[in-house]
């Protein structure tokens, strides 16, 4: 019913045009799990201001899109933090790194949690919270292992993977 996926943006490609954007999105990001694609831009990123998406799917309906790029490094340790916060006090809040959008959980019940994304738009929906937060964690573990998997000695995100793995273990 979910689908996460993470994107990282072509240091060499500027996006002047939102609305070409959903229709080329290979033109301007790679995909996380494409490593060998990944692996050859390598040269090209700047790993202390990294570039990309995350893309977050439920059934048909899209909570994420690669309109909402960011620093996608920072972004998916941001969603950790609210995972965590979720699942110690029923909420949780952040602001993308660098841009004024805000993402919100909230516990509604033993079962269900209340995604709020305010960006341009503003979407409210309840979805299954444990499917929701191990999609999220599956999510930034696929992008902070491959990250170290392609760039070998250039980034560390054993901190992440750490607290992926400590999430995981507190949602069991």
């Known amino acids: 019913m979910f689908y996460v996926n993470?994107?990282?943006?072509?240091?060499?490609?500027?996006?002047?045009d939102l609305s070409l954007l959903k229709s080329n999105v290979g033109e301007y990001f790679v995909?996380?799990?494409?490593?060998?694609?990944?692996?050859?831009?390598?040269?090209?990123?700047d790993f202390d201001y990294l570039s990309g998406a995350i893309t977050l799917t439920y059934c048909e309906q899209t909570l994420l899109d690669v309109t909402i790029w960011d620093l996608?490094?920072?972004?998916?340790?941001?969603?950790?933090?609210?995972?965590e916060?979720?699942?110690?006090?029923?909420?949780?809040?952040t602001y993308f790194p660098d841009q004024p959008v805000k993402l919100r959980l909230k516990s509604v019940s033993g079962d269900l949690v209340l995604y709020e994304i305010e960006a341009?738009?503003?979407?409210?929906?309840?979805?299954?919270?444990?499917?929701?937060?191990?999609?999220?964690?599956?999510?930034?573990?696929v992008f902070f292992r491959n990250m170290e998997?392609?760039?070998?000695?250039?980034?560390?995100?054993q901190y992440e993977i750490d607290k992926i793995e400590t999430l995981r273990r507190t949602t069991l």
């Open 72 to 83: 996608v490094d920072q972004l998916w340790a941001y969603i950790l933090n609210v995972i």
């Open 149 to 157: 998997e392609c760039f070998n000695g250039k980034c560390s995100y």
């Open 85 to 93: 916060s979720l699942l110690n006090t029923g909420e949780g809040e």
């Open 31 to 45: 995909q996380i799990n494409n490593t060998r694609e990944v692996s050859d831009l390598e040269n090209l990123l």
């Open 6 to 16: 993470t994107l990282i943006s072509r240091p060499d490609r500027k996006i002047n």
């Open 120 to 141: 341009n738009d503003h979407i409210k929906v309840l979805l299954p919270k444990n499917e929701f937060i191990e999609t999220l964690l599956e999510g930034a573990d």
